[in-house]
């Protein structure tokens, strides 16, 4: 996937683009994971007496590996969707810059026919991302709940957590953005009697359904705030469930 990005990024010239946001996504990704390491050792040092044990020294590192793992994951997808982004910018500005008309049904067939190859080349992984967060909620609430006074305590996950959920969002804006196109194509003008063709256009856009696919499934950001809506009232419902017994 990153050679194929690449490789079309010097084919369309956009590789410049988010040379600045990944060197600051970096830099947020890894301080993300710096306050997650001391968030965790925090909590270890107010639940546990001998915080400098053999013991606690694994727990803590277990913690960097797993932690490290998810947030590279998700920062390396998060790339790639930026990456998507890019791509998706770039042919509204060749758009808008006066492509004919004859030309625009062709490079959205190649954009979209990327999107859903870069998609279809992460979407197991961003699976796996979505339902390790997934897990960690109700985990998260029922510490919260046993444990109301030790703060510190769920928020080392939730810190991660923040990172994956970031990820699903830069994600959905992809299909956010694509269907926003056919309005941004209609609305150009490609010279005296091509209406008829830029209607053809809009609809060949229409009805491509381009945008970041899981399993055949479009990721939109009402999809991911349906999601977490839904699974806030199970997390709950388990909580609940826990407490009692």
């Given amino acids: ?9 010097d084919q369309r010239c956009f590789d410049g ?5 990944v060197r600051a996504a970096d830099a947020i990704y890894i301080a993300l994971w710096f306050i997650s390491i001391a968030a965790f050792c925090w909590n270890r040092a107010e639940s546990d007496a001998d915080a400098g044990s053999l ?14 793992a998810i947030l590279s994951l998700a920062f390396g997808i998060v790339c790639v969707c930026r990456s998507l982004l890019s791509m998706i910018d770039k042919f509204c ?11 625009v049904a062709e490079l959205w067939n190649v954009t ?43 928020l080392a996950p939730s ?32 010279g005296p009697g091509t209406d008829l063709q830029r209607q053809q256009v ?4 229409v009805s491509s359904s381009a945008g970041f696919y899981i399993f055949s499934t479009r990721l939109t950001t009402v999809t991911i705030l349906k999601f977490a809506y839904g699974w806030s ?13």
């Fill in 159 to 190: 810190i991660v957590a923040l990172g994956v959920v970031h990820m699903a969002m830069t994600a959905a804006m992809i299909t956010d953005k694509c269907l926003r196109v056919p309005a941004l194509v209609n609305a150009v003008s490609f």
């Fill in 1 to 9: 996937t990153f050679e194929m990005l690449a490789r079309l990024a």
């Fill in 233 to 245: 009232v199970v997390a709950v419902g388990i909580v609940t469930k826990v407490v009692a017994v």
């Fill in 55 to 68: 013991q606690s020294f694994f727990q803590v590192f277990s913690f960097m590996l797993f932690s490290g």
């Fill in 93 to 103: 500005c060749d758009v808008v810059d006066g492509m004919p008309v004859s030309e």
């Fill in 17 to 21: 683009w988010n040379a600045r946001w």
């Fill in 202 to 205: 809009v609809d060949y856009v």
């Fill in 112 to 154: 979209q026919a990327v999107l859903r190859k870069a998609s279809s080349s992460i979407e197991q992984c961003m699976l796996a991302l979505g339902i390790a967060v997934a897990c960690v909620v109700p985990l998260v609430l029922v510490d919260i709940v046993l444990d109301p006074n030790g703060t510190s305590g769920p």
